[in-house]
């Protein structure tokens, strides 16, 4: 691919939505960029001296938290990322980004609070955007997208008690939360919803008819249902060089015990062990402790979820795969199920892969590399 067809540009965000060109021919170099489904993607490039559009006002265009960098490619977007951390060695800029998604990274809630009962989470995503986005000089011209889970969360306040080894125990149940005092990354908070009320979300850039970019949340609910038949991963024809698959023993388990919150004998917990188990190997079980859960609900979801994934050895990562017809670049998006078939000298492998990151360097190779996770892997809740 190298660089034909490729154009970077930079832009200013005012911070009330909208932005203003800073530099239509951005000359960058070593630019990576990543898109993530569900999570923060990002991007990084450097730059050499001897650019005088490169500085305005006596400083720098590229700006931490200010400049707006983009990836064109034959007309479309396809990466962008908002500049975070520039590294200076000598007269050369070192720059990374970070996507429209990853502005929530470590945001704290700041409003009086909010209570959600019998609440659509993806409702909860667009207040938690709405609040982000309403504070002064906190807006990033991100637009929320349509769609529903179908599901409800929040109920009616609840309180009690537990006894423990080390006395009594209190905890408080019922409405979704958000305030000052807890909340204090919402990124964090965006992603727990996704994975724990099975939802998939990406981040979509394009131009608009009078040349703005326009920047969109879009929400798959369980997930964006994709299974693409007219494309395909296949080894020794797209997808280059040799093929790795990875055989993990220590991934495997046919039973899972959930730990939760709580201490001792009456800490709350979750044993799962399928019958019958497979055959074919031995009894493991792995256990997997997280605090924040209590309720028997989930931690039965925690525990099916992890039996999904742990259930087969041969797994692939990530793939390099050529511009093909089997798979043209740019074919892709983010949450497609794609059919990958290869053969090792060890292992052979015929599965559907759910497409979780797209990755580009725009200047090494006619190709892009993405991270697979097999569908018969997924748990959806």
Known sequence: MGRVGWRYFAKRLVGDGTEVMVCPSLPAEDVKFENVLSGTGGMSFTLEPGWPQLIQGGSPIISQWSTAVYAEYNGQIRGAGIVDSIDFDGPRIEASCVSWTGYADGMPYTGDGYLGVQVEPLDVVRTIWGH?????????????????????????LKQGQFDTVSGPLRYEDGPYKLNWYTSHDLGAEINKLSKEQGFDYRERHAFSANGDVEHFLEFGAPNFIRRRTDIAFRWGVNVLPALRFHRQGDDYASGVVVLGGGEGAAMAHSIMEPQPRPNDRLRRVVVVQDDRLGKKESL????????????????????????????PLGSVSLGDEIRFMGRGEWADLDTWAKVVSISYSPEKAESATYKLVRTDKIFER
């Open 132 to 156: 982000i986005q309403s504070q002064p000089g906190g807006n990033i011209g991100l637009k929320m997208g349509a769609g529903a889970t179908g599901k409800k969360i929040g109920t009616a």
């Open 300 to 327: 039965e979801w925690r525990g099916r979820a992890e039996l999904q994934w742990r259930k087969s050895l041969t797994d692939i990562d990530t793939v390099d795969v050529i511009d093909h017809p089997y798979a």
